[in-house]
Nanobody, 115 residues
């Protein structure tokens, strides 16, 4: 069983930056694709950024050029650097780990962008 714990959420103003962290309970980053998803009130959960076991990345169109996903295998950590934030980025952000047959989710962290 893999546990994922997110941290770093909070309230920021438009244009500001925030970095989310996801701590994994085991050394899984070399065999699991890691991703960040978000869910806004009344909306479906959507993929924000995905990092494969190599260096491949995939971003939602709305965050391209503003958000960056990265990982530190030695620390079992995954990060989401969010710059130039917008009110529409407001959501609960979830860390995800997956490989064929296995999917794990964190409990989520609230991000609010408001002036």
């Amino acid at each position: 069983q893999v546990q994922l714990v997110e941290s770093g959420g909070g309230l920021v103003q438009p244009g500001e930056s925030l970095r989310l962290s996801c701590a994994a309970s085991a050394s899984i980053l070399s065999i699991y694709a890691m991703g960040w998803y978000r869910q806004a009130p009344g909306k479906e959960r959507e993929l924000v950024a995905m990092l494969g076991t190599g260096s491949s990345t995939n971003y939602h169109d709305s965050v391209k050029g503003r958000f960056t996903i990265s990982r530190d295998n030695a620390k079992n950590m995954v990060y989401l650097q969010m710059n130039k934030m917008k009110p529409e980025d407001t959501a609960v952000y979830y860390c995800n780990a997956r490989r064929p047959g296995f999917t794990y989710w964190g409990q989520g962290t609230q991000v609010t962008v408001s002036s």
